[in-house]
């Protein structure tokens, strides 16, 4: 365990503060992946963080910090996903998306792949950036998400043929 993660789990406000610097952007990336809404992101990154706090104090060092934190948002935003599909059917709203006009061809493709992606139905989008993105096993995924091994390798299969028939040059 690092001396930073120690004074952190000890109370140390400023170690926390340059632990959340060191890693928010990480964390706020897969939120956003996992969300496909920036607002939803942004709360989820802050939940994640408030979590870390709270259970800082459990983090035994048996793994790197940035695993143990990278594990915690994915459970955070997967819980997150499955509240707000008990409380309601989701519908979701595609973000507006920057101007391109100054993008270069390939910052447009990127940009054109984590559109896609936003696009994606919400399990699909979850395996594909859990599996594809993250390097997660099906197992975990399953583990995660509360679902069937087959279940994750079918929304991978259909994350997949939705990608490649939205990135088809038209």
């Known amino acids: 365990m690092t001396e930073l993660v120690s004074r952190a789990g000890a109370g140390d406000n400023a170690a926390f503060e340059e632990l959340y610097r060191e890693h928010a952007g990480r964390v706020y990336a897969l939120c956003l992946r996992l969300s496909g809404d920036t607002l939803s992101a942004s709360e ?22 940035s695993s143990w934190l990278h594990r915690l948002a994915v459970n955070v935003a997967l819980s997150a996903h499955r509240g707000d599909s008990r409380r309601r059917k989701r519908v979701e709203a595609v973000a507006v998306l920057p101007d391109t006009a100054g993008v270069t061809r390939s910052d447009a493709r990127d940009f054109d792949l984590e559109k896609a992606i936003t696009m994606l139905p919400a399990g699909a989008r979850t395996v594909f950036v859990l599996h594809d993105v993250e390097g997660y096993r099906h197992e975990e995924i399953a583990d995660f998400m509360g679902i069937a091994i087959g279940t994750s390798k079918a929304h991978l299969f259909r994350a997949r043929r939705l990608l490649r028939k939205s990135l088809e040059p038209q």
């Not at 989820?44 to 790197?64: H, M, P, Y």
Request: proline fraction near 0%.
């Open 44 to 65: 989820l990154t802050q939940d994640v963080f408030v979590r870390c706090w709270e259970r800082l104090g459990s983090f035994r060092g048996e793994s790197a910090f």
